[in-house]
């Protein structure tokens, strides 16, 4: 038999970037953990509710709506998204729940409950990057995104800008896709060059 039929199957993944702003987000737990998750999640303009008999101070400062008591099945009615950061008992409960609306749910340090994992984020001028380890390794993400926080240059915006313009004029001249990134390529290899000649200038 070959080593590779011996290897595990690995899960394979499907990256993708949601679009939360006025949708409904549930995050279940109320203590550190759930605080820790909460900003993300406020950050992209969901709506987001927290269910817990707990509440730290920090999500009560939030600005999110609270619902202080245990976990109901119901509590993901019309939901989007849960992220649920609550004892394991009670986020096998929100997965179960969130299996039966077709709802993903992310759980915190608990892969057997998830089916979504979220990863180490970066942020930078209108570009977002994220790293999984597949809820493997969190921590090894979180220090790969901070190595990834080191490379990405701080320009990256007069990046974004050069590749949207880039894109507008492409597509009204009908520039076919393949020749697309190779032109970007060009153009982000003059701006680099002119930033370079501007500050040997100096």
């Given at each position: 038999?070959?080593?590779?039929?011996?290897?595990?199957?690995?899960?394979?993944?499907?990256?993708?970037?949601?679009?939360?702003?006025?949708?409904?987000?549930?995050?279940?737990?109320?203590?550190?953990?759930?605080a820790s998750k909460l900003a993300g999640l406020m950050e992209t303009g969901a709506s987001v509710s927290v269910v817990a008999p707990e509440i730290v101070p920090q999500i009560r400062r939030s600005g999110a709506i609270l619902i202080e008591r245990g976990?109901?099945?119901?509590?993901?009615?019309?939901?989007?998204?849960?992220?649920?950061?609550?004892?394991?008992?009670?986020?096998?409960?929100?997965?179960?729940?969130?299996?039966?609306?077709?709802?993903?749910?992310?759980?915190?340090?608990?892969?057997?409950?998830?089916?979504?994992?979220?990863?180490?984020?970066?942020?930078?001028?209108?570009?977002?990057?994220?790293?999984?380890?597949?809820?493997?390794?969190?921590?090894?993400?979180?220090?790969?995104?901070?190595?990834?926080?080191?490379?990405?240059?701080?320009?990256?915006?007069?990046?974004?800008?050069?590749?949207?313009?880039?894109?507008?004029?492409?597509?009204?001249?009908?520039?076919?896709?393949?020749?697309?990134?190779?032109?970007?390529?060009?153009?982000?290899?003059?701006?680099?060059?002119?930033?370079?000649?501007?500050?040997?200038?100096?």
């Open positions: 038999m070959s080593p590779l039929a011996l290897a595990p199957a690995v899960e394979s993944l499907y990256p993708v970037f949601l679009k939360l702003a006025g949708r409904r987000v549930v995050l279940v737990g109320g203590g550190p953990m759930a976990f109901v099945p119901r509590d993901l009615d019309g939901a989007w998204l849960a992220v649920a950061a609550a004892p394991p008992e009670v986020n096998r409960s929100v997965r179960s729940a969130a299996e039966e609306r077709g709802i993903f749910v992310n759980a915190v340090d608990d892969r057997g409950s998830a089916s979504a994992y979220l990863g180490g984020v970066l942020r930078r001028s209108g570009v977002t990057i994220a790293v999984s380890t597949q809820g493997h390794a969190p921590a090894l993400a979180g220090l790969l995104r901070e190595a990834l926080e080191a490379i990405v240059p701080e320009e990256i915006g007069t990046w974004v800008a050069e590749a949207r313009a880039l894109r507008d004029r492409q597509k009204s001249t009908g520039v076919p896709l393949p020749a697309r990134r190779p032109a970007l390529l060009r153009a982000l290899n003059r701006l680099y060059a002119s930033r370079r000649h501007a500050e040997a200038q100096r």
